[in-house]
């Protein structure tokens, strides 16, 4: 016990180790009994806060139960960084539960153990287990080309993935993860850089306070162009070499012809087959049939009546609103 206690600290972490003989005296090899995700966060001074966070909002059954899960472990100096962020807050038991509890369940990732080598050189989307409009669950960006960034903002740990548990995989990060707004998602996820540069343009204030002002109970549905659909828009006139080229009250109707009226509608809610039509805030409608065509998972028609528009991707579920991705820009009447 006494070289027991000399072992690093990511030892006892990762595991306890103990052996057994038989009856002769012949020594079985050592048996590795793993932590689960409670206890392996107990065992980590730095994670102190993080423990504290889950007793006070009763999760530590949940995230004690066997299974499978990735958990992302926020420091304490994360924790730290959190309350610093609101006045109010002057430790973990100043947060009310309810918003505790989501901020948490957003750094689960349920039913699978991911490791940091399927992450590396990869950018995708997983649901966490904290709930936005209509009881769905968030999503999370997760972005591989530089070490392991979640939502752009909170980043792995060097030396702290793939942290081993007897219920999941932990990987210690450098920021709490909050929950992720439709801005959240258009800023970190570079596939939407263009349609960024756009509503952070001087003179388009009103479409990113849509954005921006949505809320659980007040949701958006956005049809987000990617970045190669916005450089078909650019080619389509000689004089427009950039976002800030379109005139003002021009653009402004194109990005508000992007969101709907019609609250949160994941693709789920669809009409399949057949149309759904939608109220954009521009005023004019689109509309979205099922199943798509040329491999667009659904085929959009804008107010000007294109045909020719896909939803190539669905169902980036932030708190205030989810968004579709589209592969041409919409353009109304």
Not at 34 to 61: F, R
Not at 185 to 201: G, H, I, K, P, Q
Not at 214 to 222: D, E, W
Request: charged share 10%.
């Amino acid at each position: 016990m006494k070289n027991l206690r000399k072992l690093p600290v990511l030892l006892l972490v990762l595991s306890l180790v103990w052996s057994c003989s038989n009856d002769d005296d012949a020594t079985t090899p050592s048996v590795v009994q793993l932590l689960n995700i409670v206890e392996t966060a107990q065992a980590t001074p730095a994670l102190s806060m993080l423990v504290e966070a889950v007793i006070q909002t009763g999760l530590v059954d949940a995230l004690s139960a066997d299974g499978q899960r990735t958990v992302l472990a926020p420091t304490n100096d994360a924790f730290q960084a959190l309350l610093d962020s609101n006045m109010a807050w002057g430790e973990i038991a100043d947060i009310d539960n309810n918003v505790l509890t989501q901020i948490l369940l957003n750094h689960v990732i349920a039913d699978e153990n991911i490791l940091s080598g399927a992450l590396a050189d990869n950018i995708g989307y997983r649901n966490t287990l904290a709930s936005g409009p209509g009881s769905t669950n968030l999503s999370i960006f997760f972005n591989g080309n530089s070490g392991v960034t979640f939502n752009g903002a909170s980043s792995v740990v060097s030396g702290l993935a793939d942290i081993s548990t007897s219920n999941g995989v932990v990987h210690v990060v450098d920021a709490v993860i909050t929950l992720p707004t439709l801005l959240t998602f258009v800023t970190a996820d570079d596939t939407f850089s263009s349609l960024e540069a756009s509503l952070f343009l001087t003179n388009q204030n009103v479409p990113a306070a849509n954005l921006a002002n949505a809320s659980a109970s007040a949701p958006l549905t956005v049809l987000a162009p990617t970045n190669a659909a916005f450089t078909a828009l650019l080619d389509s006139n000689p004089a427009w070499n950039g976002p800030g080229d379109i005139d003002d009250a021009t653009l402004t109707a194109v990005l508000l012809h992007h969101l709907t009226t019609d609250g949160n509608v994941p693709s789920g809610a669809l009409t399949n087959p057949g149309t759904t039509t939608a109220e954009s805030v521009q005023g004019q409608d689109f509309s979205i049939i099922l199943p798509g065509t040329n491999g667009n998972i659904a085929d959009v028609t804008d107010g000007s009546n294109n045909t020719d528009i896909g939803i190539v991707a669905v169902d980036v579920q932030a708190s205030n609103g989810v968004i579709h991705a589209i592969n041409k820009v919409l353009l109304p009447m």
